[in-house]
Every structure is written in structure tokens, then in C-alpha cells.
């Protein structure tokens, strides 16, 4: 786990030797130990060089190891010790030194790094804080603002970046490893006291309280209720404030209660979650690792509103040749200018050329026959995107793969209008797409294996995190919306505010409540889905109850907003008031509170007083029972993908680990009794009746998330 070699000219070697990123497990902390403290006692050697295997020098503790029981040699005291030997120890750093492995490089006397390593701090994004000195030893290195930064949000930086900041000494082109030796046997016999980081002093600004308080602020703004970056500050400070051995005691004792948080077991279980959704498999056997993507050099967007710009900034941002298609000259030159303005911007940032080279503009279909992938993203109305696939089943030559962006229509009826279904798949984008992460592969009843792995991979190369879901309404994201949105409409019926349940579900962690979120996407955007599922406008009999639709229950309320012209942000009123058409502060808008009055009286409902706990249960379990029936359902392929889904597209707080995660964490026979609680209080609501599979597994004892798949799987052999 530590390989020992005795190379040329008194210099010891000590590699670290964990694939894949040579994690500082108990075997590896054992390795470490014991060399150095060979290389210290061998009178021959003079100066020690540290690195890891593979060109990684390392990724950090080993997380694995998080779950059970600490074993093996202590962080804190293995790092003093080589810190404080007499012999210089040279960081030879490639690839990456994060969380534990940059605190390693930081006891180290001297650090050098390959021009293309990265560093970094990461740990505040499993819960937890830099425990093995890094808020001690970092601040005394770089000084207090730029450590606040890098604790703070656990960001990875160049190796030019942190030669800047002085954590390296030194950067090169050439293999680390060998210049780290060829350093070492030059400082060999120079003193160490000043090299010792634990024994400076904190360089401290003037205004070193205001700063701190500030950043606790802003820190705390953006955490959304998660502890970790609160406790970051707390040690910063600590390492501002006191002694070096006082502000350690201070780190350890507050990685003790990070360590046994719930929000650090959420963090680390979607560490990992993230990289099981790249691991996807489709019922037929097809997986990740025996189906090869084709290679995507060309592509076509069609349709440049919003959606399609997005995507087009994403696809060439990612080095894809891009056909842009509109049909009408006037959206086609809006679009084209805001496309070139945002890839202007994003080069701008990084000092480079923006690669407008890989971009066209067209208003004709025609122009896109030689392109791989097309990726269809006009309004979302079936019978359009039904034209324009036909003409793309034309047009296109016979193996491009077509896409479509819609948000929750029926992949397999557009799939039927090609001559192709095959080569049919849903890339499913989230607004604004050159920004938003996630991106929903759907997979239709006809699509291949290799346009599943295509997309896939294509998601991947354009930065997104991507999850393969199965084809039904909505898909994962949207389908568990519609119970959330609908029991938040519920709500007011029943008396509630808007602002009250907004309040609500933001205090919970999400960025935005149900009703600021509608309204800074449209009201229109659901009012459609709605008339196209027929639940409201002139395909409703007359006849039918305003509250009922198809026996069920049903809240009028949305569309009757949108009837009134209140549309959101674009048209300065939606279920808030805006100062203009376009702006973003959302105020309470008495219009509303009069309306919701008026709506109950004419219903016969009287209001009654709601608590932040009812708004609580009846939003966010409606939205995990869907969950639980897209598992079933086999939409989505184990809760992993439902809560990446949820993390990165609906801005459900991380540290919460997602919603199936947090049905776990809550207790799943408590979901399961609240959500029989509501049932039978609104028995005409189908969305708050539990599903098959949390029924199952309350009745198997409840056993952790990670275990779900196969406890799926069990429970489909058996159907
Ligand atoms: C810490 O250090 C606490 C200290 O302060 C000490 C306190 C006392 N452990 O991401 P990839 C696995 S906390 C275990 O796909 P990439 C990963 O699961 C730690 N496993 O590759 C995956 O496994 P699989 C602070 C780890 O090239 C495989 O390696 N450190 C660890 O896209 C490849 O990973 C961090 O937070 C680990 N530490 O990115 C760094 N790291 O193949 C966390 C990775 O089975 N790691 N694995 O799916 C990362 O950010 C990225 O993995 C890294 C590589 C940038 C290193």
C-alpha cells in the first residue's frame, strides 16, 4: 500500500499504492508509517520524496472506510510525525491532492506539483471538515481569505492556481516524481524549522472579525441549512484566533460531531450515488461497460428558443460542430445572438477564443442530412414535434441518432414516425441547459442499446451528470412533481399561502419553493401539460365538477391563474408580485390572498391553519411515494438515479442526500403511516396512497437505501 525504495544519491522513495486514486486507507496509513519512519532511522538517507502511484498523488481518506469503524494508524499523529522529522520530506504531486492527500503534501517540507495536477480541499462536500490539519496548517500557508474561500467550498484548484496562492513551490511540465527527487537532493542539508507549516504564524488582515463574520454570513446563506461549511469558518477561525495545538483540539472536536451527522452519511452516500448512475443497464442485460457509444462529431439543434440555446452553447462549449436550426428569421437571429453572446462570455472567463468556428445557423432542415445526432428541443406539442421527426426520419442520413428535449411526451409515439425507432432517444435538458447539470437519457421500447450509450456519453463530454430513465409520463423528475405541485395547489385550497408553503419547503433546503419556482419558469409551461392531458380547457365537459376530474381530485387554481394572464416573472405577476414584467423579486400580492378567499367561499371550503409540518409531509412524501412507484416501475433503476435526478435538477438539497435517501433517513414507516394518515383524509387523492414497494420494504425490517436494488430486483423475480 506504500512501496520503500532507496533510489540513487540518499534519497528515499515512498509511493502510495491504492488504484484508483490512492485513497490513505488503514493499509495505506500503515504503509506510509512505516516507511517513513524507515527512511528516518536509515543513516543513509537524506531526504525523502512522496508520491503515488499511477501518476495520482491522492485522492484523500478513503470514504469506504467512513461506514464502519475506524482502524489503523491515526491521521493527525502520522502527519506531525513527518512533519516534524529531521530529514526533508519533497511532495511530488500529480494528478490530484485532495482532502487528506493535499494534507499530507501539506506537512510535507516542500511541495511540487505537475502543471495539470489539481488540489484541493473537498471534505465540506461529504459533511465533513479538513480534519488531519488542513484548517490549521492551510491557513498558516496561504493567510485567511484564501483559505476561507477553499475550505469553505471545497473547490479544486490548478496547480498554477495553487502556486499562486503559495501551497506549491514549485510547478512543472516534466515528471513530478523526478524533479521532486532532483529538489530533494539539493535542500537536502538546508534547515527545516521554517518549513514546518503547524509552527508559523497566521499572516492575519486588519479587519480580520468583519471578514470572518462576513463569510459566516454569505457562508451560511448558500449552505441552505448544511452544517459542514458552518463548521469550516468555526475552524478557520480557530486557527486565526489561537495557539496551533489549541485550533487542532478545536478541528478535532468539530469533525466529531461532523463525523456522526446525518447530513455527513447523506453527503457521502451521494458521492457515491453520482457515480453509480454512470453505471447504468437497461432491461434487455445492455449495461455501461459492454455497449460502445458511437462518436458524436457533428450535431443539429433544433429549435432556438430557450431550450435549444442552452443546448447549443453546451454542445459546442464541448467541442461539438453544431447546425442550429430555426424556422422563423426573426427567433433565428434572437437566438443566434444570445448563443454567440453566452460562448463570447464563457471564453471571455476562461481567456481563450470563443469556438464560434463550430457553429452554423440555418432556417432550413435540409442543411442538417450529414449531422450524428439531432437534438430536437421546439415547444412541447406533440403534434409538432411529430412533424418535425417525420421530416427529420427524411432528411437525416440513415444512422444519425435522433433526439428529442421534450420534458415528459411519449418517446415511443414520436419513435413510431421514424423509420427508425432504434435510434430514438429522449436527451431530456434543464433550463438554462448550458448551466443546469443533469440531463435525463430516456430510453424508449425500441431504442438501442448504442444510442442509450450515445446520449450517455454525449451528456457526459457536455459536463452534465447524466441518468438513463425508462419512457412514461414525465419521466422521473417530472413525474414526482406532479403529487408535490399538486398537494402544494391542494394546500391553498385548504388554507394555506403560498408564501407559507414556499417558506416551508426553502427552510427544508430547496433554493426555491414550489410556487417561486412556477412562476420563474412559467405558469404556461404546466398549464399546457395540463390541457394536453385533457384536464383542463375546452376538452373538459362542462358538465364536470371544477374540483374532479376523472373521480379524482383536482385543483383548479393554477389554471385559473394563468386564465387571469398572471403567468410568473415574464409577465410581473403569478402567484407573486413582480415590479415589472421580468423582474425577480417575488412579493406577497394581496390580489392573490383576495383570490384564494374568494375561490374558497364560491367552493364551500373553509380555510383552516396549516402547519410548516403538514406542508412538509403531504409535499415531500407525495413526491417520494412517486419515487418509490417509478423504482417499481422499473422508470428508474434504483434510488441512486431518482435522488442524482432530484439533487441536480430540482435543487433538493444535497446534504439531504436526496428524496429516496431521505425517506430512509426519516424512517420509511413513518413515511408509510403519515402517507396512510393523508390517504384517509383525502381519499380521492390516488398520489397519497402508498406504493407496493415502500409497503414491502416497511414490512422486510427497512433496510438502507443501498440495498433497495436488489430488494427490487427480488421483489420483480417473484411477480
Ligand atoms: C478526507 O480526506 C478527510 C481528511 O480530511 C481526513 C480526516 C481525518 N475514497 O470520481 P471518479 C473512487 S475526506 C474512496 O469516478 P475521477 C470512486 O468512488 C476525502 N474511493 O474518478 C470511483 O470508484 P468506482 C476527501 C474514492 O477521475 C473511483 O475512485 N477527498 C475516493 O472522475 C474513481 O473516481 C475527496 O473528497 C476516496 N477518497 O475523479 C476526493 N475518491 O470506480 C473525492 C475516488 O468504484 N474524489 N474514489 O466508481 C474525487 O473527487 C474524485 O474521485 C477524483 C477523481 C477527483 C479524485
Known amino acids: 500500500m506504500a512501496r520503500y525504495a532507496h533510489i540513487k544519491d540518499s534519497v528515499a522513495l515512498i509511493t502510495l499504492t491504492n488504484p484508483p486514486v490512492n485513497a490513505l486507507s488503514a493499509a495505506v496509513r500503515h504503509g506510509i508509517t512505516e516507511s517513513v519512519t524507515r527512511a528516518l532511522r536509515d543513516p543513509t538517507v537524506k531526504a525523502v520524496v512522496l508520491c503515488g502511484e499511477n501518476g495520482k498523488f491522492c485522492g484523500g481518506a478513503d ?26 520530506v519533497v511532495a511530488a504531486i500529480e494528478g490530484m491532492a485532495l482532502g487528506g492527500g493535499l494534507e499530507l503534501a501539506l506537512c510535507c517540507h516542500y511541495r511540487i506539483a505537475h502543471s495539470k495536477a489539481r488540489l484541493g480541499l473537498p471534505e465540506v462536500t461529504l459533511g465533513l471538515l479538513p480534519a488531519a490539519g488542513g484548517t490549521q496548517r492551510l491557513p498558516r500557508l496561504i493567510g485567511i481569505p484564501a483559505s476561507l474561500e477553499l475550505i469553505t467550498t471545497g473547490r479544486h484548484i490548478s496547480a498554477q492556481e495553487a502556486l499562486k496562492l503559495g501551497i506549491v513551490d514549485q510547478v512543472t511540465d516534466k515528471n513530478a516524481c523526478e524533479v521532486a527527487v532532483e529538489f530533494a537532493q539539493r535542500v537536502m542539508d538546508k534547515p527545516l524549522e521554517s518549513r514546518r507549516v503547524s509552527q508559523q504564524t497566521v499572516q492575519c488582515p486588519p479587519d480580520l472579525e468583519a471578514l470572518l463574520e462576513n463569510t459566516m454570513v454569505q457562508v451560511k446563506k448558500r449552505a441552505r441549512g448544511a452544517i459542514a461549511p458552518v463548521a469550516c469558518v468555526k475552524a478557520v477561525r480557530a486557527a486565526a484566533t489561537l495557539p496551533y495545538k489549541q485550533g487542532m483540539e478545536r478541528e478535532r472536536d468539530m469533525m466529531g460531531t461532523l463525523f456522526n451527522s446525518g447530513q455527513a452519511r447523506a453527503l457521502q452516500y451521494f458521492f457515491f450515488a453520482q457515480r453509480a448512475v454512470g453505471k447504468w443497464s437497461l432491461p434487455s442485460g445492455a449495461c455501461w461497460n459492454n455497449t460502445k457509444p458511437k462518436p458524436v462529431h457533428r450535431a443539429a439543434v433544433i429549435g432556438l428558443g430557450t431550450m435549444g440555446r442552452g443546448i447549443t452553447v453546451s454542445l459546442v462549449a464541448a467541442g461539438v460542430s453544431v447546425v442550429a436550426v430555426e424556422v422563423g428569421e426573426k427567433q433565428l437571429q434572437a437566438g443566434k445572438q444570445m448563443v454567440m453572446a453566452i460562448l463570447e462570455r464563457q471564453a471571455q472567463k476562461k481567456g481563450v477564443a470563443a469556438p464560434l468556428d463550430l457553429l452554423r445557423f440555418s432556417n432550413n432542415l435540409k442543411d442538417i442530412g450529414g449531422v450524428d445526432l439531432v437534438i430536437e428541443a421546439v415547444f412541447e406539442d406533440m403534434a409538432l414535434k411529430k412533424q418535425i421527426f417525420k421530416e427529420l426520419s427524411s432528411v437525416c442520413k440513415i444512422d444519425t441518432l435522433l433526439c428529442t428535449n421534450t420534458s415528459g411526451l411519449d418517446i415511443d409515439v414520436l419513435a413510431s414516425i421514424t423509420g427508425r425507432p432504434q435510434q430514438v432517444v429522449g436527451m431530456h435538458f434543464f433550463a438554462p441547459a448550458h448551466m443546469m447539470k443533469l ?73 426555491m419553493g414550489v410556487f417561486r419556482m412556477s412562476d420563474l419558469s412559467g405558469l404556461d409551461v404546466g398549464w399546457r401539460v395540463r390541457k394536453e392531458a385533457g384536464l383542463t380547457g375546452p376538452s373538459v365537459a362542462a358538465t364536470e365538477s371544477p374540483r374532479k376530474r376523472q373521480g379524482r381530485r383536482y385543483g383548479p387554481i393554477a389554471d385559473l391563474i394563468c386564465e387571469q394572464g398572471r403567468l410568473g416573472q415574464k409577465t410581473g405577476c403569478g402567484w407573486y408580485l413582480y415590479d415589472r414584467p421580468g423582474g425577480r423579486e417575488a412579493k406577497p400580492d394581496p390580489w392573490i390572498r383576495r383570490f384564494l378567499e374568494e375561490y374558497r367561499t364560491k367552493h364551500g371550503l373553509k380555510a383552516r391553519a396549516i402547519d410548516k409540518q403538514e406542508i412538509l409531509d403531504r409535499c415531500l412524501f407525495s413526491l417520494i411515494n412517486e419515487g418509490f412507484r417509478a423504482l417499481e416501475d422499473g422508470i428508474a433503476a434504483g434510488p441512486e438515479d431518482v435522488d442524482v435526478i432530484y439533487v441536480f435538477g430540482y435543487s433538493w438539497p444535497r446534504h439531504m442526500g436526496g428524496p429516496m435517501f431521505y425517506a430512509g433517513m426519516v424512517g420509511l414507516a413513518r413515511v408509510l403511516e403519515r402517507l396512510e394518515h393523508y390517504h384517509q383524509a383525502h381519499p380521492d387523492v390516488p398520489s397519497l396512497q402508498p406504493s407496493t414497494l415502500l409497503r414491502r420494504l416497511v414490512a422486510s425490517g427497512s433496510p438502507p437505501v443501498q440495498q433497495w436494488r436488489g430488494f427490487i430486483k427480488r421483489m420483480r423475480s417473484q411477480l
Open 63 to 88: 470514504i469506504r472506510e467512513f461506514a464502519g469503524p475506524m482502524t489503523g494508524p491515526a491521521f493527525v499523529p502520522m502527519l506531525d510525525d513527518i512533519e516534524a522529522g529531521d530529514k526533508p
Open 439 to 511: 440531463l435525463e437519457v430516456v430510453h424508449g421500447r425500441h431504442s438501442s442499446p448504442e444510442a442509450v450509450a450515445t446520449a450517455m456519453s454525449l451528456g457526459k463530454k457536455m459536463g452534465k451528470v447524466s441518468v438513463a430513465v425508462g419512457n412514461c409520463p414525465g419521466f422521473v423528475g417530472n413525474r414526482m412533481l406532479m403529487p408535490y405541485v399538486e398537494q402544494a395547489n391542494f394546500l391553498l385550497e385548504e388554507g394555506a399561502t403560498p408564501e407559507q408553503v414556499d417558506q416551508a419547503l426553502e427552510e427544508f433546503g430547496f433554493a
